[in-house]
């Protein structure tokens, strides 16, 4: 349900509040209420309901959630939960998202959530004529897979289309169906895999030889989801930053080795909504890292970023989004209903498109400090908080601490300890 208030995700010094303070802020704009918000405090997820999810359970694992302010997609303003081990990627997206607030924020669309399965033949005698004798076929096939699963086809999805493609090598000639569906709000891997094997001896049947995997593909490159936004030279640190942020996405763009680098930051903005709202993170990268592959064969940078006639930033990015609202753990996970409550998302779309933005903005903000002051800085006040934790500083003294260790350019618990025992001696 969207939620029946206008949000405004721009709300100054979130950083500084206290974990009460921004529970309250977030229930004061969403529809989430205290106890829906309340599900955070032991982790999101029951140990029954973990005994429920997989197997030889032992417990679950605690990753923080944040909350990503100052985005606005397609004009509505947004609260984003993202869960993520790793400091600075909350503050980095909402941080971006401001720089794009200004002009615009984020742009996203979709194509019709379309998921693939294949079907193998092997040892088929024909696989030309094969291949005809089974597209001949189409309505046949089609209508067989889409009996298994009426839910899908009331709500407007199933099966659209079929494909059929040979795969050869000196060893192997393998004739492959593809089954084109629309998933609708699934991410869709069970229903096309029910249809897939549903549908695979009458595929022999028809093509001959006999089959070996039928099994949905990971490669999404039918279920497209895109995001654009301009980000301002003045906010992002001037017009030189502005050419050394496009020197440095073009060689993501050239070289396999930086291109890795400059994905792993789109995915960590990716992974963490993926993550918090019950989503495979699994099918998501491997659908990400497929599509990263360039029309010359390269594994390449996943985003674009341009200096258009104003001089700003244009930041493109067009990806597979395989998630869903229904199905998988998104229904049965406490923490991922909260989330998908705070966001207010209607289809599986609209999450796709908020996922896309949130990656883009991810991306920005990794390679724009890259191309200025560097990752370190940021970095060392966060790593000097853990650093002052682990030396065993209580809350009230953290500060201290961290100011202390940055000052002497010393960022080691030793020294932290010393600067403890020195800061509760009073000396
Ligand atoms: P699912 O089967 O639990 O839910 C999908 C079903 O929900 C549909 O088949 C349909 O019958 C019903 N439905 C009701 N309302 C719907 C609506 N509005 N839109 C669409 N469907 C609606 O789950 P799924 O999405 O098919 O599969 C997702 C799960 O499969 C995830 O947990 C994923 O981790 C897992 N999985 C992934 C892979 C892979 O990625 N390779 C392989 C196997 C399983």
């Known amino acids: 349900m969207a939620n029946s208030r206008a949000i405004n995700s721009r709300i100054a010094n979130f950083r500084s509040y206290d974990v009460a303070a921004r529970r309250a802020e977030v229930v004061r704009q969403t529809d989430l209420t205290d106890a829906d918000i309340a599900v955070y405090d032991d982790g999101g997820l029951g140990i029954d309901q973990a005994d429920r999810m997989v197997e030889n359970v032992l417990g679950v694992i605690g990753i923080p959630v944040g909350v990503a302010t100052n985005f606005t997609i397609n004009g509505r303003d947004y609260l984003i939960p993202l869960a993520t081990e790793e400091a600075s990627v909350v503050a980095a997206a909402s941080n971006a998202a401001r720089i794009a607030r200004g002009l615009g924020g984020f742009h996203v669309s979709s194509t019709a959530p379309i998921m693939q399965a294949q079907i193998q033949l092997v040892d088929v005698v024909d696989p030309a004529a094969a291949r005809i004798r089974l597209l001949e076929a189409r309505d046949e096939i089609m209508a067989l897979a889409n009996e298994q699963d009426p839910k899908l086809v009331s709500v407007g999805g199933g099966v659209k289309d079929i494909s059929v493609r040979i795969i050869s090598s000196p060893e192997a000639t393998y004739v492959v169906l593809h089954l084109h569906v629309d998933v609708r709000d699934a991410m869709g891997a069970n229903a096309v895999n029910t249809m ?164 883009l903005a991810q991306n920005l903000a990794a390679v724009r400090v890259l191309a200025s002051e560097g990752v370190q800085r940021g970095h060392m006040g966060l790593h000097a908080r853990n650093i002052a934790a682990s030396a065993g500083a209580e809350k009230h003294e953290i500060d201290a601490v961290v100011a202390r260790l940055i000052a002497d350019k010393s960022i080691r618990v030793e020294h932290a300890e010393t600067v403890l025992a020195e800061i509760r001696t009073g000396n």
Do not use: W
């Open 196 to 359: 897939a094997e549903a549908i695979a001896d009458r595929v022999a049947e028809i093509g001959g030889g006999h089959v070996v995997l039928r099994i949905l593909t990971n490669k999404a490159d039918l279920r497209l989801t895109r995001a654009r936004a301009v980000f301002d030279a003045e906010l992002i640190g001037g017009p030189e930053v502005v050419d050394n942020l496009i020197h440095a996405a073009r060689m993501a763009e050239l070289d396999p080795y930086r291109a890795a680098t400059h994905n792993k930051g789109i995915m960590n903005g990716i992974s963490s909504v993926v993550l918090a709202t019950g989503n495979d993170t699994r099918a998501v990268e491997a659908g990400c890292h497929s599509h990263a592959i360039n029309a010359d064969g390269i594994y390449s940078s996943l985003s674009h970023f341009e200096k258009n006639a104003d001089g700003n930033i244009v930041g493109t990015l067009e990806l597979p989004m395989p998630v869903g609202l229904v199905g998988g753990a998104t229904k049965v996970h406490p923490a991922a209903q909260a989330a998908i409550k705070m966001l207010g998302v209607e289809s599986a779309d609209e999450l796709a498109g908020i996922i896309l933005a949130v990656g």
